[in-house]
């Protein structure tokens, strides 16, 4: 059940990182439609799941030089992997398309994470 909230909640930020990166730097970021944002989130998940560990180990000495900051290129680099899987319907103009995503990504999640999810699942 946590894996389908989580799978809504990225498509709705997929969504609204989009949709602010459109007022701000149109053509950076653009998904076609809410089916191509829950199909994203799908793909999304499985990359942290599967490539993620992979691309964290390789750049470990990195991401601890940079105390973790690293990270965000590690998520620009599943943005664009799922760029590369989906073409036209989910575009990133270029790697700081990609960057810029990312950390709108991260921020919203957690705060969506520790705002909203984890109080519903302390009533429990």
């Known amino acids: 059940m946590r894996w389908i909230i989580s799978l809504i909640v990225n498509s709705?930020?997929?969504i609204v990182v989009s949709g602010l990166l459109k007022i701000f730097a149109p053509g950076a970021f653009e998904i076609a439609n809410i089916q191509t944002a829950v199909i994203a989130s799908v793909i999304l998940s499985l990359l942290n799941v599967?490539?993620?560990p992979l691309l964290i180990l390789i750049t470990l000495p990195i991401t601890v030089l940079t105390f973790g900051f690293f990270l965000i290129v590690?998520?620009?680099i599943t943005l664009e992997i799922t760029d590369?899987?989906?073409g036209d319907a989910f575009n990133l103009s270029g790697f700081g398309?990609?960057?810029i995503a990312a950390i709108f990504i991260s921020i919203l999640n957690m705060l969506i994470e520790k705002v909203i999810i984890e109080p519903l699942y302390e009533k429990e």
Do not use: P
Request: hydrophobic share 80%; glycine share 0%; net charge positive.
């Open 50 to 52: 599967f490539v993620k």
């Open 74 to 76: 590690i998520n620009a």
């Open 84 to 86: 590369s899987i989906l």
């Open 12 to 14: 709705i930020v997929l």
């Open 97 to 99: 398309a990609a960057i």
